[in-house]
Nanobody, 121 residues
Framework: QVQLVESGGGLVQAGGSLRLSCAAS????????MGWFRQAPGKDRDFVAT???????YYADSVKGRFTISRDNAKNTVYLQIDVLKPEDTAVYYC???????????????WGQGTQVTVSS
């Protein structure tokens, strides 16, 4: 069982930056793929980024060059650095843990409660 707790969301002006954190419980964090997804009101939950246990990372085209995912296995934490924020980045951001590195939400077994990111224009 893995429990995930996100933090770091907030209200920020367009062009600003945020760093989201996701702290995980359990002793097997390093063996999990960790993903970030986001969900805007009335929309599906969309893939943002994922990082494999090896450290390889993948990004949605819409965030490449602006978002950076990283992990610190010693701290059981995964991060999402978000730069040059745009109003369309407004959403609830969720982290997730799974055994497979995937862009599909269905491949992740554990989810956090989400953190709200709101970008004003």
């Amino acid at each position: 069982q893995v429990q995930l707790v996100e933090s770091g969301g907030g209200l920020v002006q367009a062009g600003g930056s945020l760093r989201l954190s996701c702290a995980a419980s359990g002793r097997t964090f390093s063996s999990y793929a960790m993903g970030w997804f986001r969900q805007a009101p009335g929309k599906d939950r969309d893939f943002v980024a994922t990082i494999a246990p090896s450290g390889l990372s993948y990004y949605a085209d819409s965030v490449k060059g602006r978002f950076t995912i990283s992990r610190d296995n010693a701290k059981n934490t995964v991060y999402l650095q978000i730069d040059v924020l745009k109003p369309e980045d407004t959403a609830v951001y969720y982290c997730a843990a799974g055994r497979l590195t995937s862009i599909s939400p269905g491949q992740y077994n554990y989810w956090g409660q989400g953190t709200q990111v709101t970008v004003s224009s």
